[in-house]
Antibody
Framework: QVQLQESGPGLVKPSQTLSLTCTVS??????????WSWIRQPAGKGLEWMGH???????NYNPSLKSRVTISGDTSMNQFSLMLRSVTAADTAVYYCARVREDWDYDDNHFYYMDVWGKGTMVTVSS | QSTLTQPPSASGTPGQRVTISCSGSSSNIANNTVNWYQQLPGTAPKLLIFRNNQRPSGVPDRFSASKSGTSASLAISGLQSEDEADYYC???????????FGTGTQVTVL
């Protein structure tokens, strides 16, 4: 059974860089047909997709965060990471990592869904 | 910058049927599959529906979903107290080249 666990500092100062790691257990993150994603949720608000990384190292980012975010993968250790630069109070949120499964049907139509989530980690931006 | 619109709340009594709508556009729902996630209070989201209307193993058949054009909907039949949660739709957006979530709907069992 695949499990994901986020880890990192719970408190980050404004203007600094938020760094989190997601550890994958129970399966290899280097296996095919998976993307590895970060999502965040400010208190009392909805979910925001931040970006994802594929095993090839290719990434996609939310355009609203693209200038500040980097997602990287250390597939040999079954971990992937999030860096968010120049944080402000608006970046205070619960951060989740999730596995995105890629599947396809008989007509070779591809579809994607987040089938495994970590429990989330709270990050507060404050001086 | 969510581009999928859901009603903020929905409610029903035990046993009733509740429907949640998810409104998008030609760049997301119309051209890509829709997934639904259930977030129980204080927990991480959980996959509820994938590929528009497919239930993962373990999800009760009380949950069903559909998609038509630029909209999707989730239905909960035989509403139960444990269904009290926030529900989010999600889809890939071709214009943003990224994934978008719905605004979320809080379901209350009266």
């Amino acid at each position: 059974q695949v499990q994901l666990q986020e880890s990192g500092p719970g408190l980050v100062k404004p203007s600094q860089t938020l760094s989190l790691t997601c550890t994958v257990s129970g399966a290899s993150s280097s296996s095919g047909n998976f993307y590895w994603s970060w999502i965040r949720q400010p208190a009392g608000k909805g979910l925001e997709w931040m970006g994802h990384i594929y095993i090839s190292g290719s990434t996609n980012y939310n355009p609203s965060l693209k200038s500040r975010v980097t997602i990287s993968g250390d597939t040999s250790m079954n971990q992937f990471s999030l860096m968010l630069r120049s944080v402000t109070a608006a970046d205070t949120a619960v951060y989740y990592c999730a596995r995105v499964r890629e599947d396809w049907d008989y007509d070779d139509n591809h579809f994607y869904y987040m089938d495994v989530w970590g429990k989330g980690t709270m990050v507060t931006v404050s001086s | 910058q969510s581009t999928l619109t859901q009603p903020p709340s929905a409610s029903g009594t035990p046993g009733q049927r509740v429907t949640i709508s998810c409104s998008g556009s030609s760049s997301n729902i119309a051209n890509n599959t829709v997934n639904w996630y259930q977030q129980l209070p204080g927990t991480a989201p959980k996959l509820l529906i994938f590929r528009n209307n497919q239930r993962p193993s373990g999800v009760p058949d009380r949950f069903s979903a559909s998609k038509s054009g630029t909209s999707a909907s989730l239905a909960i039949s035989g509403l139960q107290s444990e269904d009290e949660a926030d529900y989010y739709c999600a889809a890939w957006d071709d214009s943003l080249n990224g994934r978008v979530f719905g605004t979320g709907t809080q379901v209350t069992v009266l």
